[in-house]
């Protein structure tokens, strides 16, 4: 047997096969040595990804408060009392730093303020029970972003970037770290919002499909009677449904074995087994007979007009403590104040005041606050300026969202804004860098948490984004 040697036209001196099967001999033993090593280099790996951080981390999972529409910041945690003093006046761009001539009449806060706890967070006379929890927060009240309408504003919250589809944060967190419960999703999404990017807004894009959240319900189904999309199989008994699992999951490895490696099958797998589970797993977490009824008054569940949004945040609670590591909790799109921001703002505080204080209480009372980061706010703020006489309109500019435990210094008020709340004048917080320093505080470093998609490694951030330490214990 003639052996070419390189691509010159030479050749090594002929063999036997008993000289062959000699000298292969050794590289044999060698391919099973490199065998070996690899599988070990792979359970290595393996044990360092269930750990999934790149630093200690602060937190071990998220709770996302989101209230849909965009909150009016300076009618709840950034007080401007020039923009009472100046109420009725116009609004000169230069004075604010805006291209425009005229940004249109000032509209005044009718809520008093008060500065509370040791750390002295100035915070609406709208938040009473909140009010309590002051010491445990960290207003930001720097936050900005790109986007006037809600679909893209609500897109570049939920994924970074609103030009292309891209992985939701908890599908990130998912990818990053894993599941943590075996019969739990790693995230979960509590009546999400069904507009304004709608799926996008929770799903994983090119990220395999097992990070894509679990829905439950959406925002305008009240909680009580929200289930899980085709969970339940009741036609067919749940021994049969197992044996019928069984033989798709057969087909479905079969056809992995097939074509190799195909994270979308590997997903596909991976999602019928937690869906089979979680049949059993998710009606007992989503009754609430096991709480108290301490608990539960706690929250405001049962009474009006907290009682919807009080199960929301009693199921992040529970959630929480089982292990799911992002959870998103939805108001329905009411915050959206283009007329009537004061009545409005009075009925969606009194809504959810109540139940995130409790939330926080109760996170607290169980050991949870420390390492579960709660995080709240909308995607965006509400113009200092006048709309439909008594409205505000959508303010990307300058917003407040507020953090809260796993990590993050309490009783801090971080940046701020001009005297009418228009726009950042000392440290400015783009959307990337909150995206950042939540991944931060998660013991994830954004630059590294890539993943490689058509040809370029991409990241929740971007080429952006910048980690706000100062936030961050």
């Known amino acids: 047997m003639k052996t070419r040697v390189g691509s010159c036209e030479q050749f090594s001196r002929a063999m036997t096969r008993r000289q062959m099967l000699r000298a292969s001999g050794c590289e044999i033993g060698q391919v099973a040595l490199a065998a070996l090593a690899g599988q070990q280099a792979l359970a290595d790996s393996t044990a360092s990804a269930e750990l999934g951080t790149h630093h200690a981390p602060r937190a071990k999972r998220i709770i996302f408060l989101f209230m849909w529409g965009g909150p009016s910041h300076v009618d709840l945690l950034d007080p401007k009392p020039r923009l009472n003093a100046d109420a009725g006046k116009s609004l000169s761009g230069e004075s604010v730093g805006s291209d425009k001539k005229d940004l249109g009449k000032l509209l005044g806060s009718p809520f008093r303020f008060r500065q509370c706890g040791d750390g002295g967070v100035w915070m609406s006379e709208l938040l009473p029970n909140l009010a309590r929890q002051a010491d445990r927060m960290c207003v930001v009240r720097s936050v900005h972003t790109e986007g006037q309408a809600h679909g893209e504003a609500l897109l570049r919250l939920h994924t970074g970037q609103a030009n292309l589809v891209r992985p939701s ?54 909680i009580a009677k929200a289930v899980i999309a085709n969970l339940r199989n009741k036609r067919i008994r749940s021994d049969l449904q197992k044996k019928q699992l069984e033989l798709i999951q057969s087909i479905n ?22 869906a089979f589970r979680l049949q059993t797993t998710i009606p007992r977490i989503m009754s609430l007979d096991d709480e108290s009824q301490e608990t539960l008054d706690l929250y405001g569940v049962d009474r009006k007009p907290t009682d919807n949004f009080a199960r929301q945040c009693l199921l992040a ?4 403590e089982r292990g799911v ?20 703002s009075i009925g969606e505080s009194a809504k959810v005041d109540r139940p995130i204080a409790g939330l926080l209480e109760d996170l607290a ?40 435990g796993g990590g993050v210094r309490g009783g801090l008020t971080y940046g701020s804004t001009d005297e009418f709340g228009y726009a950042p004048t000392e ?11 939540l991944l931060h505080a998660l013991g994830l470093d954004h630059e590294r948490l890539t993943y490689r998609h058509a040809g370029r490694d991409f990241r929740l951030t971007n080429i952006y984004g910048n980690v706000v330490h100062d936030v961050l214990i």
């Open 365 to 404: 009372r169980r050991g949870l606050l420390e390492d579960t980061l709660v995080l709240w706010g909308g995607e965006f703020g509400r113009t200092p300026m006048a709309e439909n006489e008594n409205g505000r309109n959508h303010h990307p500019t300058a917003f407040t969202v507020w953090m809260a």
């Open 253 to 274: 490895r079969r056809q992995l074995r097939d074509v190799g490696e195909d994270q979308r099958i590997e997903g596909l797998i991976a999602n019928y087994e937690l």
């Open 317 to 320: 609670r529970k959630f929480a």
């Open 427 to 437: 440290n400015p917080v783009h959307m990337h860098d909150l995206h950042a320093t």
């Open 169 to 222: 944060v908890g599908a990130w967190v998912s990818y990053g770290l894993g599941r943590a419960n075996e019969n739990l999703p790693a995230f979960i999404t509590i009546s999400p919002p069904r507009g304004h990017g709608g799926v996008q807004n929770y799903g994983s894009a090119f990220l395999p499909d097992v990070h894509q959240a679990t829905a439950i319900g959406s925002a305008e189904t009240p």
């Open 325 to 344: 590591r992002y959870i998103q909790v939805s108001t329905d799109y009411t915050w959206d104040h283009h007329q009537k921001v004061k009545e409005g």
